[in-house]
């Protein structure tokens, strides 16, 4: 969760609660991942765990300086962490490309691609294609970053897996296809949770054509963190120079939010835990969905619509110029 005035309403789906720690995430020898925005939040705790289990961990970031300073804090932490830092700015489809090109070149397996990266709430901006930010990064930058590595995670022996982060607040999300890019109106809460609905859309839709396609060893899972205590809170804040809505922000993460790290369990939890399945939503079990340990969860009615989430994926496809191939 991301802010103090919304609540969870949806519920674990199991009568049992999750007891999963960092410490049952399992040996990850071997395995290659790579992390958006892995350099601070839930992106670093998220690229430490992995390290500390030995993945090899690709961490995609915007900035290279500030990815630099976390490959080193990793390191102090985890000296045997295999790490490598690339270059990927999600709002510029050109630097997906180029990081897919790269990583490509560098690499062969991919066991998990973990879409972490976003913007929160913030005014109205677009990405170089022209696209508003929060969509254009949340949601199409992540799209098309799947496309162009999906044929990694298809090609890897053994089960991989492809995790888009949400928010709870999808549940606010409606998909306005007349206005995609908040031209004619914009709300900044409105605009997040249609990016955050996107997220969930594209999880179940990638779910339904893996089954199509007869893919049973690529999972499409979705996860969010409840309410962590990020420096995402306090970009919307930031950009739009609001001192209130910033000491607002910080005072409610000292007082409700749970620890990045903490956060960053769900986001694991689906990366790695044998478990779970394609089209598993993993979010923290406690209160209101904004806290604990991670388990499934059940999105909103309007995240599984088959025909919104279709129609998603095909002016997907066409305003980032990919195509997923599934054959």
Not at 73 to 89: H, K, M, N, Q
Not at 98 to 110: E, N, P, Q
Not at 163 to 189: A, C, I, N, P
Not at 223 to 230: K, L
């Amino acid at each position: 969760m991301e802010t103090a005035s919304i609540v969870y309403s949806h519920r674990p789906l199991a009568s049992v609660m999750s007891d999963w720690h960092e410490g049952d995430i399992p040996d990850l020898s071997g395995k290659t991942v790579v992390v958006t925005g892995a350099n601070s939040g839930l992106g670093f705790e998220a690229t430490r765990m992995f390290a500390e289990k030995g993945a090899h961990v690709v961490m995609a970031c915007r900035s290279l300086d500030r990815g630099e300073t976390a490959m080193q804090r990793i390191r102090a932490a985890v000296p045997a962490a295999s790490l490598t830092l690339s270059e990927l700015d999600l709002a510029d489809l050109d630097s997906v490309r180029r990081f897919a090109d790269t990583f490509t070149a560098d690499h062969g397996a991919l066991h998990a691609l973990c879409n972490n990266a976003g913007v929160m709430a913030i005014p109205r901006r677009e990405t170089e294609q022209g696209f508003e930010m929060q969509f254009g990064v949340n949601h199409l930058g992540h799209f098309a970053l799947s496309a162009r590595l999906f044929s990694h995670l298809r090609d890897t022996p053994g089960e991989t897996r492809l995790v888009t982060v949400s928010s709870g607040l999808h549940e606010r999300g409606r998909m306005d296809f007349d206005d995609l890019q908040g031209k004619q109106t914009y709300d900044e809460w409105d605009a997040y949770a249609q990016s955050k609905l996107a997220n969930l859309l594209f999880v179940y839709e990638l779910d339904r054509r893996l089954t199509a396609a007869g893919i049973d060893d690529v999972l499409s899972v979705g996860a969010h963190p409840g309410y962590a205590d990020t420096n995402l809170q306090f970009r919307g804040p930031e950009a739009s120079g609001s001192t209130a809505r910033l000491w607002f922000s910080k005072l409610a993460n000292a007082v409700f939010a749970q620890s990045a790290a903490k956060g960053a369990l769900p986001l694991v939890y689906a990366a790695t835990e044998q478990s779970v399945e394609s089209g598993t939503y993993a979010g923290p079990q406690g209160l209101f969905g904004m806290r604990g340990t991670p388990g499934p969860e059940a999105p909103s009615t309007r995240a599984k619509d088959p025909e919104t989430a279709k129609r998603l994926w095909t002016v997907s496809q066409e305003l980032t110029e990919t195509k997923f191939r599934l054959a």
